[in-house]
C-alpha cells in the first residue's frame, strides 16, 4: 500500500502526535508498505525509509513553539508522482486541509485521525469563548474524511457527543503487532494488498473501498 501522510507537527519536536506517527512510520516500514509525510519545514528529510517533504511554515500566535502550513499549500505534484492508495492526515487544522482538498480533488480515500483537545487547549489558555467555535470547525474538517481515528474510548464517546461522524477507536497502540484501530462508525477502508496496517478487521473492507469503482 501507498500512503502519503499529512502532519501539523513531526521532529525535532516531541509530544504524544509526533511519538504516535514515528510509531506507524516504522510499522508501514516492517510491513513492506511506502509512504510519503507531508510536514513543517525543519524536520528531518527521511524517517524509517519514508521520505519527509519539509513545507514553509509560520508560528501560531498563541503557541510560537507550534509552526503551521498555510492550508492553501499545494503538493499535488509530489502526490501525482507518489500515487498513494490512501491520505491520512493527522491532527488536521492547517497543512492537514490541504491532504484533504487533495483527497477530494484527486479522488484518493481520506482517514483523519483526533488526538489533541484543541478547545480544551484554548480553554486553559483562558480562550473558553472559542470552545465552540473550533468544535464547529474540527466537525467541519473531519467530515471531510472517509474515515476517522481517536485514541480511547473517552475520546470516542466526546466526539459522538459533539456530533463528530465515523469515529473509530485504538484498541491498542497503534503500530504494535497485536495491536491497532478498531473501527466504530459506518466508514470502511482498507490495504489494496490485503495486508494490515495494524488495523483489526478493516483489511476487506479497505481493500473494497480503495479499491472500487
Known amino acids: 500500500m501507498r500512503v502519503a501522510l499529512f502532519t501539523e507537527v513531526f521532529l525535532p519536536k ?12 516504522e510499522h ?6 511506502q509512504a510519503i509525510l507531508f510536514a513543517p ?3 528531518p528529510t ?10 514553509p511554515a509560520i508560528p501560531f500566535p498563541v503557541y510560537p513553539e507550534l509552526r503551521l502550513v498555510p ?3 499545494d503538493v499535488r505534484d509530489h502526490l501525482v508522482a507518489f500515487d498513494p492508495d490512501l491520505i491520512h492526515v493527522f491532527n488536521p487544522v492547517s497543512l492537514g486541509l490541504a491532504g484533504l482538498r487533495h483527497a477530494q480533488e484527486m479522488g484518493i480515500p481520506a482517514a483523519a485521525s483526533y488526538q489533541t483537545d484543541l478547545p480544551g487547549f484554548i480553554a486553559r489558555w483562558g480562550l473558553g469563548a472559542l470552545s465552540e467555535p473550533i468544535w464547529e470547525f ?39 503487532e497485536g495491536g491497532g484501530l478498531g473501527l466504530m462508525g459506518p466508514g470502511s477502508l482498507t490495504v489494496p ?9 478493516l483489511n476487506k473492507e479497505l481493500r473494497d473501498f480503495v479499491n472500487k469503482d
Open 14 to 25: 516531541t509530544d504524544g502526535v509526533v511519538n504516535t506517527l514515528c510509531r506507524l512510520l
Open 28 to 33: 508501514l516500514a516492517r510491513r513492506g508498505h
Open 41 to 43: 519545514a525543519g524536520s
Open 46 to 55: 527521511r524517517y524509517a525509509g519514508t521520505p519527509v517533504i519539509g513545507l
Open 71 to 73: 492550508p492553501v499549500v
Open 138 to 176: 474540527l466537525r467541519w474538517v473531519h467530515d471531510q474524511a472517509d474515515l476517522n481515528f481517536c485514541p480511547s474510548h473517552f475520546t470516542r464517546q466526546e466526539l459522538e457527543r459533539r456530533g463528530l461522524r465515523q469515529e473509530a477507536e485504538r484498541v491498542g497502540a497503534p503500530g504494535e
Open 193 to 201: 494488498g490485503g495486508q494490515g496496517l495494524g488495523i483489526h478487521g
